[in-house]
């Protein structure tokens, strides 16, 4: 996984076969392009894997968010400034699709993954916590 997203040290990683909103999922980063010292339109020179909570809060007290659109995310409040400024990948090997009417009790998951389970990133928009607290992020889905 480092090297295929740019990683200097490897994450601890544990196994995990499903992961739900509000739960701790790896993110990989750049430096937070606002903090002190970075040079303001410069790239990230290093990627970093941070744990972040799947369901974004641009506020301490707003509902967490799980997805944005990615037709809106630019303009949409609660996702511009991390549009802007904090982008991310959410690496996996996977996701599930549900299929049957919205709402049903039997709907049915499909488990969807690249050719050879080979590893890949999904897009991510995230926000860091308040003080001492893990920071939050929302998958970019079309």
Not at 2 to 10: D, I, N, Q, T, Y
Request: hydrophobic fraction near 40%.
């Amino acid at each position: 996984m480092s090297e295929a997203f740019g990683l200097e040290e490897p994450p601890a990683l544990q196994a995990r076969y499903n992961i739900a909103p509000s739960q701790p999922v790896l993110a990989v980063r750049g430096p937070d392009p606002q903090s002190p010292g970075a040079a303001p339109g410069s790239r990230p020179a290093v990627r970093s894997a941070i744990e972040l909570l799947w369901g974004l809060r641009s506020q301490p007290d707003d509902k967490p968010l799980i997805n944005a659109r990615s037709e809106t995310a630019a303009t949409r409040g609660a996702f511009r400034a991390a549009f802007a400024a904090r982008r991310c990948l959410v690496p996996a090997d996977g996701f599930y699709e549900w299929q049957g009417p919205k709402g049903a009790r039997n709907r049915q998951p499909f488990h969807l993954r690249l050719k050879g389970s080979a590893l890949f990133g999904l897009a991510g928009l995230w926000e860091p916590g308040p003080a001492g607290q893990p920071g939050t992020l929302a998958i970019l889905t079309t």
